[in-house]
């Protein structure tokens, strides 16, 4: 390790060349231990770093109050759009939606948001619910071929002969 190590010219006289505390800050930084690039860290700044360091944050602080300002515009220009609105519900933003997609001949968007409206004006029309019961299990025989009968499944005189063959 003591050849990473190079004496420089502001190196104090008290200091042997091998001291760890000395080091090439000229190295590439893939080139430096862990320790090298902590120790990189503490390194002092010239002036001209502290006048790019400063320019550098002079010039964040400048886009920042640019970025606070457009914001403010963009809010006031949006509050603005929002009082000229008339209140609608989110059913009425829907068929605006479907109206201007039908207007632009683009059915297979207009189709995605009829479908949604859908939901919400008739629920039930886009699903479908069977419910299936099965009541023949308390039944009587003589209930049973009454049932069949009126369901068509069996010819009127059975209801005179209920005996099941």
Not at 9 to 31: H, L, Q
Not at 50 to 72: G, T
Not at 139 to 163: C, D, K, Q, V, Y
Request: net charge neutral.
């Amino acid at each position: 390790m003591p050849t990473d190590f190079v004496k420089s010219k502001d190196m104090p006289s008290n200091t042997a060349p091998d001291d760890r505390r000395v080091f090439d800050f000229g190295k590439p930084p893939e080139e430096m231990t862990p320790r090298e690039r902590s120790l990189a860290n503490l390194r002092k700044m010239s002036n001209e770093g502290r006048r790019v360091a400063k320019k550098k944050q002079l010039e964040s602080m400048m886009l920042d109050k640019k970025i606070q300002q457009n914001f403010k515009k963009q809010a006031k220009a949006f509050q603005k759009v929002l009082a000229d609105i008339p209140p609608m519900s989110s059913l009425d933003v829907i068929r605006m939606c479907v109206h201007l997609a039908l207007q632009e001949n683009d059915y297979e968007t207009a189709a995605k948001w009829a479908k949604e409206l859908a939901e919400y004006e008739k629920p039930k029309l886009q699903r479908v619910e069977k419910v299936v019961k099965n009541e023949v299990e308390d039944m009587s025989e003589e209930e049973l071929i009454r049932l069949a009968i009126e369901e068509g499944l069996l010819p009127r005189e059975s209801l005179e002969n209920p005996t099941i063959n």
